[in-house]
């Protein structure tokens, strides 16, 4: 009897495009090493925000991609990453960066996300057009 080896798994990446993922990633990474620690604040909050509008349109039952939920959560976490890298590297301990991170969150203004601000702005430019 002729043993073959076992098919490949069909939902498994192909090696090749697993190192494309991880070149986009350290890609990503360098692009949030270039901000300043106030602009990754404010990415998150967005994102943040995004990622409620998401789960409102998944309640909803409306149409998303479901993909969004799991690359936004990434995204915010390497951000915190970099932040919490910085953190270190100025000597604030564990303890003083969740005293910091506790006052950061009580500063946040709520504001609507990016997505939702741009659907408003369009919402309005139609009803000018309409109006005129």
């Given at each position: 009897?002729?043993?073959?080896?076992?098919?490949?798994?069909?939902?498994?990446s192909h090696p090749s495009?697993?190192?494309?993922?991880?070149?986009?990633?350290?890609?990503?990474?360098?692009?949030?090493?270039l901000k300043s620690t106030e602009e990754i604040n404010e990415e998150v909050v967005d994102l943040k925000g995004e990622l409620l509008m998401l789960r409102l349109q998944r309640s909803a039952r409306n149409e998303f991609k479901s993909s969004e939920f799991g690359r936004m959560r990434k995204r915010i976490a390497r951000m915190l990453t970099v932040k919490r890298e910085r953190e270190?590297?100025?000597?604030?301990?564990?303890?003083?960066?969740?005293?910091?991170?506790?006052?950061?969150?009580?500063?946040?203004?709520?504001?609507?996300?990016?997505?939702?601000?741009?659907?408003?702005?369009e919402q309005k430019a139609a009803e000018a057009e309409k109006s005129s």
């Amino acid at each position: 009897m002729v043993m073959t080896p076992p098919h490949p798994h069909p939902l498994r990446s192909h090696p090749s495009s697993t190192v494309k993922m991880m070149a986009k990633r350290e890609e990503e990474l360098k692009e949030i090493r270039l901000k300043s620690t106030e602009e990754i604040n404010e990415e998150v909050v967005d994102l943040k925000g995004e990622l409620l509008m998401l789960r409102l349109q998944r309640s909803a039952r409306n149409e998303f991609k479901s993909s969004e939920f799991g690359r936004m959560r990434k995204r915010i976490a390497r951000m915190l990453t970099v932040k919490r890298e910085r953190e270190i590297e100025e000597g604030i301990n564990k303890r003083l960066s969740r005293k910091l991170d506790r006052r950061w969150k009580k500063s946040i203004v709520v504001r609507p996300p990016p997505s939702l601000r741009k659907q408003q702005e369009e919402q309005k430019a139609a009803e000018a057009e309409k109006s005129s």
